[in-house]
């Protein structure tokens, strides 16, 4: 059957009409800051005083993107007649976003927390050379990774707070009971 002319001209015009109430979806960007969720991956940040060099991130990134460079330093013993102990120090840590994937696996197989994701995203650069970051750069995005969210609150207590809390209970019985022999 032929359509009846015109009716492709009401139905665009009652999709336009259905359109026009309902709430916008444009984003003002960059007048307005998107409201990112919070575990957005826009860049990494390197909480380096965390990071033992052991290479694992560099090791298990796919693209090879991460460049870590240190070298040993001796630490005297802690005790008279103790050895000495010898301890990696970070000389460069970068990663290239060129080649970055955002794969997080870096991310994941930190043993020691030193790497975290950051919602942050403007970092665009007109020359592909500049998108490998050093780890100023990587540090300063630190200070952009959300706070954790708050812990369920009938969940497990974490065994670190756990074994925190039971030392301190068990320190403060100590100092009373001295307290009372006293
Ligand atoms: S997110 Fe993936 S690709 Fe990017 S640096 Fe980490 S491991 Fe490499
Ligand atoms: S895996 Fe973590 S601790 Fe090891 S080198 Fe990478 S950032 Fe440092």
Redesign the pocket.
């Known amino acids: 059957m032929a359509p009846i002319p015109g009716s492709g001209l009401a139905k665009g015009l009652a999709v336009t009409l259905r359109t026009m109430t309902k709430k916008t979806v444009t984003e003002q960007y960059p007048d307005v800051q998107p409201d990112l969720p919070p575990r957005t991956?826009g860049v990494?940040g390197l909480f380096e005083e965390n990071c033992t060099v052991c290479m694992l991130?560099a090791r298990?990134?796919?693209?090879?993107?991460?460049y870590i460079d240190s070298h040993k330093e001796t630490v005297p013993p802690a005790a008279p007649g103790g050895r000495e102990r010898s301890r990696n120090v970070l000389d460069r840590f970068a990663?290239?976003?060129s080649?970055?994937?955002?794969?997080?696996?870096?991310?994941e197989?930190c043993p020691f927390d030193a790497?975290f994701w950051s919602p942050e995203f403007e970092y665009a650069e007109t020359d592909i050379r500049d998108l490998t970051h050093e780890r100023d750069k990587l540090r300063e995005w630190m200070w952009t990774v959300p706070a954790p969210p708050a812990l369920d609150p009938a969940a497990e207590e974490p065994k670190e707070i756990a074994a925190a809390r039971k030392t301190a209970e068990k320190l403060a019985a100590q100092a009373e009971q001295q307290e009372g022999e006293s």
């Open positions: 991956r990494i991130c298990e990134c796919p693209d090879w993107c991460i990663i290239d976003f080649l970055c994937m955002y794969c997080g696996i870096c991310i197989v790497l």
